[in-house]
């Protein structure tokens, strides 16, 4: 420290030039200056002196437009070791400023004409490789050098730095001190000195008509904007008729894993029970690409990323039966070179009664013929046992019966298939609901009718329960007590 303690209190505004001793030396010297920024710190600093002087000791700051503010960022670090080497992105970064208050608008008209530019140059590489939002950068910065020594660029640090980009935010590093304890620089050098400084927002305090009014211009703005956007969607939405259900399923199938075969392909039909219908122009089916597996873990994944888009609508006809959901019937099959295709396996899926995404993965079976012949036929043609109706899968639609038996069928258990299902659901009854505040669990009960029906059958439900635990605790007990308890009474 000094023979007496230092202290300098400097209050200042956004890029308000401070001149440094070692500046103060340099301009006043004309053949030291070469750009007009030169010769305008020349002709400041003169006019400092005859006024007697600068009136700072150690503060000083370097503003946007200094040379150092553009060196400080070249040589910017990204961790703090000294024999650090910059990496080829960390070199190409460098060479990227944010600083284009002049540049130009691009019209929308050249936008549309020339969206790709096949022959891209140095210039326009490094201007757009990133978002370039315009930034304005300052510096604080201290002489520490020691005492009676100013004026040498080695004593030089950063205290602060402040940037204010083109969305008007005001980034302060480090920030103001408020209630915690000064910042601390330890210096490198015999003495080990220590400086401490505190930071301190001297603006004046917003007067509260002042803020009333910012306030309300920040009302009016983001009004407008919601006027904007609502005027760009629209409110004219196309709702379906009372007592009407509309379905939107997005859906992607993602993957197939654990099948025996390379080169899969999925085909998939979804079919509508009664009181379901969908438009003529509406795609139920689709087959996606052939897709070659890759070992991810123990399995073998054929990644599709197939989307699919299903809208239906179902309309309620008698309240006192239950809807059936759509169901997703698929299979999966394997192509080879010599084009040789063979099944590998059937599923199906009920559709999610609940709006939201749903992550859904199905394992699969396909049938398996009897004796070895058959599976030497499926190794080198090809071809094996198929389904002539994939609704087989289930219940089949044609079945009439009260009783399905599919005794005698053989099976063999295959992959899995992994869907992902973004279901979207729209009634009138919805509205209805959300007036009356009410909250149901499925969306059957909001069509009307059913939640009665549901609240029944949870009584039920609960009632043969009680009566299952009553019965077995009954037979639970010694059946001399029973008779005591029934001679007594």
């Known amino acids: 420290r000094p023979p007496e303690d230092e202290e300098e209190e400097v209050e200042g505004g956004g890029q308000e030039k401070l001149f440094s001793q070692f500046e103060v030396d340099l301009y006043l010297n004309e053949s030291a200056c070469q750009t007009p920024l030169d010769w305008q710190y020349h002709e400041e600093i003169r006019k400092l002196e005859k006024a007697g002087g600068r009136k700072n000791c150690r503060i000083f700051t370097y503003t946007?437009?200094?040379r150092f503010t553009n060196l400080e960022e070249l040589c910017q670090k990204v961790t703090d070791l000294d024999d650090e080497v910059p990496s080829y992105l960390v070199e190409r970064m460098a060479n990227v400023r944010r600083r284009r208050q002049d540049r130009r608008p691009v019209e929308a008209s050249s936008l549309k004409s020339k969206i790709i530019t096949w022959e891209p140059s140095e210039e326009f590489i490094r201007n757009n490789h990133v978002i370039n939002t315009p930034v304005q950068t300052m510096y604080i910065m201290g002489d520490l050098g020691p005492y009676g020594k100013l004026g040498h660029r080695e004593y030089e640090n950063v205290l602060c730095t402040i940037k204010v980009d083109g969305n008007g935010v005001i980034t302060v590093k480090p920030d103001f001190t408020g209630t915690k304890g000064a910042y601390r620089i330890e210096l490198d050098?015999?003495?080990?000195e220590v400086w401490e400084y505190t930071i301190e927002n001297a603006s004046a305090q917003v007067q509260p008509e002042e803020e009333e009014r910012e306030q309300r211009v920040f009302r009016e703005l983001y009004g407008r904007h919601r006027d904007y956007l609502s005027g760009l969607v629209g409110s004219d939405f196309e709702m379906p008729l009372p007592g009407t259900l509309r379905l939107f399923v997005n859906g992607e199938i993602v993957s197939a894993q654990g099948y025996e075969y390379d080169n899969l392909y999925v085909h998939f039909f979804l079919e509508l029970p009664d009181q379901w219908s969908s438009?003529?122009?509406?795609?139920?089916?689709?087959?996606?690409?052939?897709?070659?597996?890759?070992?991810v873990g123990w399995d073998n994944v054929a990644y599709f990323c197939y989307p699919f888009t299903v809208e239906m609508f179902y309309t309620q006809e008698d309240e006192d039966s239950l809807p059936q959901w759509p169901v997703l019937y698929f299979e999966v099959l394997s192509l080879d070179f010599w084009q040789r295709y063979r099944v590998e396996g059937y599923g199906s899926l009920v559709l999610p009664t609940c709006p939201g995404v749903h992550m859904l993965t199905i394992p699969t079976w396909r049938p398996v013929g009897l004796g070895t012949v058959a599976e030497m036929r499926r190794f080198f043609i090809g071809g094996s046992p198929e389904l002539e109706d994939l609704t087989y899968i289930r219940?089949?639609?044609t079945f009439k019966g009260k009783r399905l038996s599919r005794f005698g069928f053989r099976t063999e258990t295959t992959g899995s298939v992994t869907f992902r299902l973004c279901c979207l659901q729209q009634s009138r009854a919805f509205l209805e609901n959300s007036a009356l505040r009410q909250r149901m669990q499925s969306v059957l009960d909001r069509l009307g009718g059913f939640s009665q029906q549901s609240s029944v059958y949870n009584v039920?439900?609960?009632f043969q329960r009680a009566r299952r635990r009553m019965q077995e605790a009954r037979e639970s007990l010694p059946q001399d007590l029973i008779n005591t308890s029934a001679s007594a009474v």
């Open 395 to 397: 219940i089949p639609s």
């Open 460 to 462: 039920l439900e609960a």
């Open 64 to 66: 946007d437009h200094d």
């Open 189 to 192: 050098g015999e003495k080990r």
């Open 279 to 295: 438009s003529p122009f509406q795609q139920l089916s689709g087959v996606t690409q052939t897709c070659a597996t890759k070992a």
